[in-house]
């Protein structure tokens, strides 16, 4: 499972990373996502990179993905998120923190998940069951 912090502008331009990442990228979230303070998140991404942030953030989250992180670069790498996304490796001091953090903050509000629930249709002409009509082409968005 990666870490993953999100900073952005506001909550919508997060939201819309989320969503991204989900989607295009095919990453799947362990959890939902927590709010972070933003000051908190600003220092523990200039010391990863080990220098000045250009921009300071006004809002940030963060969650596990049930991906590795070297997927989970790979995939960001191909999107481009309307916020900063910063994957947290266990390798740094600050996944520590972060983790410690993550067990405390309140769930980010507006997040629901784009992928589907189900592995295909509901076929509802059967009496007295719900039968699914598995379908791979359906669920575009299903990731095994």
Do not use: W
């Not at 960001?76 to 390798?91: F, N, Q």
């Not at 998940?113 to 299903?142: C, F, P, Q, R, W």
Request: aromatic share 6%.
């Amino acid at each position: 499972m990666a870490l993953v912090l999100i900073r952005g502008e506001n909550n919508s331009k997060l939201l819309n990373a989320i969503a991204d990442m989900e989607r295009h990228g095919n990453l799947n979230l362990a959890c939902k996502p927590k709010m972070i303070d933003s000051r908190f998140a600003d220092k523990l991404v200039e010391g990863i990179l080990h220098s000045k942030l250009k921009t300071k953030s006004k809002v940030a989250t963060a969650f596990f993905i049930k991906e590795d992180t070297t997927l989970s670069i790979m995939q960001i790498k191909k999107i481009h998120p309307p916020a900063h996304v910063v994957i947290v490796s266990d390798e740094y001091d600050a996944y520590d923190k972060l983790k410690l953090k993550l067990e405390r903050a309140p769930d980010f509000s507006g997040y629901y998940s784009h992928k589907a629930k189900n592995s295909g249709m509901k076929d509802y002409k059967t009496k007295g069951e719900v039968k699914v009509i598995d379908n791979k082409k359906l669920n575009s968005y299903s990731h095994k």
